[in-house]
């Protein structure tokens, strides 16, 4: 009986971590992110304030953040998450690379990074109070 508990709280705990949109199925009113490998904005709004992150690619769509993580085989080393936004009536996907505690952790990662399909001078380090503020802009999937 103990174990069964034990068990039962495991996954409570793996549901609360993942968070109930890991789970949910896709919406019929909008694109939603791809989930293979890409964490949701809600990710990025679980971390601290004080955290930063790599903003490496804004595009129009969710399918090309796809198509550019599948090329990018150095991007495994870091948590990948997106977030979407409104611009000018479009909205744009901003995808993001790990959340690091200092501003000078986050350079080093950048400076480390291997993307061909991107200049690495293109990419930039944002704040995750920042992120959150484009985050809280638009409505999320």
Do not use: H
Not at 9 to 24: E, N
Not at 32 to 49: C, F, T
């Amino acid at each position: 009986m103990i174990s069964i508990k034990l068990s039962q709280c495991v996954c409570v705990g793996l549901l609360v971590l993942l968070g109930p949109s890991s789970y949910a199925a896709p919406q019929a009113n909008g694109p939603s992110l791809p989930s293979l490998g890409i964490a949701k904005a809600e990710w990025l709004v679980r971390q601290p304030d004080e955290a930063y992150t790599l903003q490496l690619l804004t595009v129009s769509s969710p399918a090309q953040l796809q198509r550019f993580v599948d090329g990018e085989p150095g991007l495994g080393e870091y948590p990948l998450a997106a977030f979407r936004y409104k611009s000018n009536n479009k909205l744009l996907y901003v995808l993001t690379a790990g959340s690091f505690a200092t501003a000078q952790a986050a350079l080093l990662a950048q400076q480390r990074i291997a993307l061909t399909g991107v200049a690495n001078n293109t990419t930039w380090v944002r704040s995750m109070a920042e992120v959150k503020r484009s985050i809280r802009t638009t409505l999320q999937n």
